[in-house]
């Protein structure tokens, strides 16, 4: 059995995880909706100043799995959160322990990081994902609806002088 590796992903890596969102967005049925590049991803993900982090999953010494995060806070816990933007394992690779391992040195991240939550969302259509996280002991939230605010949405509410 090859051994897996979790890295952390460094700007060298730019071109590696934009070929995983690209593979995810394709097993998502977006793949149109990327419109990143390997400059964006160079450039906003390994920024000096950025929050965001990525992590690299390898066997072999050939990446396999890729996951995006970030630190996120609770006003009613007064803590950080641990938020997984991304989460990606290669079909070829599944089923080898790569997820479970990405989410075992991301629970580490959280713990040494005093977060007491780890947070992540799944397409309600995707059930090997959701029986996987239901595995390792992950609950759906419940009584939550996720909201987002883009394209001409987020221009017009953003153009306006006051909110009436």
Partial sequence: MSELVIREAS????????????????????EEEVVASVEHIRTNLF????????????????PIGFAVYFLNFSTWLGKNGLYL???????????????????????????????PRFEWSVLDWNKPAIEFYDAIGAKPKSEWIGYRLEGQALLSLAAQDEVK
Avoid: W
Avoid at 11 to 26: K, Q, S, T
Avoid at 47 to 62: F, M, P, R, Y
Avoid at 102 to 108: D, G, H, S
């Fill in 47 to 62: 920024d000096e100043n950025t929050t965001t982090k990525a992590l690299i999953c390898e066997s072999d010494g050939v």
């Fill in 85 to 115: 933007e991304d989460l990606y394992v290669s079909p070829s690779h599944r089923g080898v322990g790569a997820g479970k391992r990405l989410l075992q040195y991301l629970a580490k991240v959280a713990v040494m990081n005093d977060c």
């Fill in 11 to 30: 700007a060298e890596d730019a071109e590696v995880i934009l070929g995983f969102v690209v593979e995810l967005a394709r097993y998502e049925k977006a």
